[in-house]
């Protein structure tokens, strides 16, 4: 293996960055001073969600940091009259609150660990990554892949087809196969 230096160090990685060296094209700690990590999970009511978020708390319980869960409301539910796109926009508010709310409570189950929810209403893709952008604390986005024929799902689809420099941040997709057993194995 070769060390910081380029010499060779068999059987070991020789690992040393100056505080001031980027990562990602990022700064470390992507902010300035007070650096806190946080593992952005995006929510929804799909099974391998709940994948993710079991993933991201057993990361955290293990480590340290905070998890920030974003729910989004895509824009094409609410194309009718005003009163009736009000009532469906509050409906898709509480569903998403619900959601987070759920989600929550497996966080609790798992430990005592900080979270953080935020809900928009925009195309998913371009939410998370705008999320991204305005908060500087978040260090890797998790999603899970779905486990349905159709593929992988639409955000992680979205997301391996620009290529692994796409965004500032690692994204961690977790098999939406797997047990909380197998979870907590590889956290």
């Given at each position: 293996m070769l060390c910081s230096t380029g010499l060779a160090r068999p059987g070991k990685?020789?690992?040393?960055?100056?505080?001031?060296?980027?990562?990602?094209?990022?700064?470390?700690g992507r902010g300035s001073g007070d650096f806190k990590r946080k593992y952005l999970v995006v929510i929804d009511d799909t099974e391998e969600c709940d994948r993710a978020v079991t993933f991201a708390a057993t990361r955290i319980k293990h480590s340290s940091g905070s998890i920030l869960?974003?729910?989004v409301i895509e824009p094409g539910e609410f194309q009718h009259w005003l009163g009736v796109e009000n009532i469906m926009r509050a409906e898709a508010k509480e569903e998403a609150e619900r959601l987070l709310d759920i989600r929550r409570r497996r966080i609790a189950e798992i430990g005592d660990i900080k979270v953080e929810t935020v809900v928009r209403e925009g195309r998913p893709a371009e939410e998370v990554e705008k999320l991204i952008h305005e908060d500087r604390d978040i260090a890797i986005l998790?999603?899970?892949a779905g486990t349905a024929k159709e593929g992988p799902g639409p955000l992680v689809?979205?997301?391996?087809?620009r290529g692994a420099n796409f965004l500032p941040v690692p994204v961690s997709i977790v098999p939406g196969s797997l047990s909380d057993e197998e979870i907590t194995a590889l956290s």
């Amino acid at each position: 293996m070769l060390c910081s230096t380029g010499l060779a160090r068999p059987g070991k990685w020789w690992h040393h960055r100056p505080q001031s060296q980027q990562l990602w094209g990022m700064p470390l700690g992507r902010g300035s001073g007070d650096f806190k990590r946080k593992y952005l999970v995006v929510i929804d009511d799909t099974e391998e969600c709940d994948r993710a978020v079991t993933f991201a708390a057993t990361r955290i319980k293990h480590s340290s940091g905070s998890i920030l869960l974003l729910a989004v409301i895509e824009p094409g539910e609410f194309q009718h009259w005003l009163g009736v796109e009000n009532i469906m926009r509050a409906e898709a508010k509480e569903e998403a609150e619900r959601l987070l709310d759920i989600r929550r409570r497996r966080i609790a189950e798992i430990g005592d660990i900080k979270v953080e929810t935020v809900v928009r209403e925009g195309r998913p893709a371009e939410e998370v990554e705008k999320l991204i952008h305005e908060d500087r604390d978040i260090a890797i986005l998790v999603l899970a892949a779905g486990t349905a024929k159709e593929g992988p799902g639409p955000l992680v689809s979205a997301f391996t087809s620009r290529g692994a420099n796409f965004l500032p941040v690692p994204v961690s997709i977790v098999p939406g196969s797997l047990s909380d057993e197998e979870i907590t194995a590889l956290s």
